[in-house]
């Protein structure tokens, strides 16, 4: 499985962002796709997820209600609209893929996820 991300960039406090990351190879073995981020000096953190089976989607509860995880099954596309940003928000986003079975039950741990995406970077500004 080969994941790119990509939507990244500099947006002011209070705008809005959406991230793509696209699926390729293996997608048949995916059972979930995750968006994580990591800011500078911290751990990579749990952001959204989505079973990509079924279309259930879970947020973390720091980013719910502000962002939705959509998919368009053709492109094998994920997507992470996010919303109201705020300084806190600003990292490096990553995309990944759980392909065990066993793994999809701990979707909010990166590592239950096997592939990962190249990141892209988002800035918030005040």
């Known amino acids: 499985v080969q994941l790119q991300a990509s939507g990244g960039g500099l947006v002011q406090a209070g705008g809005f962002l959406r991230l793509s990351c696209v699926a390729s190879?293996?997608?048949?073995?995916?059972?979930?796709v995750g968006w994580f981020r990591q800011a500078p000096g911290k751990e990579r953190e749990f952001v959204a997820a989505?079973?990509?089976?079924?279309?259930?989607?879970y947020y973390a509860a720091s980013v719910k209600g502000r962002a939705t995880m959509s998919r368009d099954n053709v492109k094998n596309t994920v997507f992470l609209q996010m919303n109201i940003l705020n300084v806190d928000d600003t990292a490096v986003y990553y995309c990944?893929?759980?392909?065990?079975?066993?793994?999809?039950?701990?979707?909010?741990?990166?590592?239950?996820?096997?592939?990962w995406g190249q990141g892209t970077l988002v800035t918030v500004s005040s």
């Open positions: 190879g293996r997608t048949f073995s995916m059972y979930f």
């Open positions: 990944g893929a759980i392909t065990s079975y066993y793994s999809a039950r701990s979707y909010e741990e990166n590592s239950s996820y096997a592939y």
């Open positions: 989505m079973d990509w089976r079924g279309g259930s989607t």
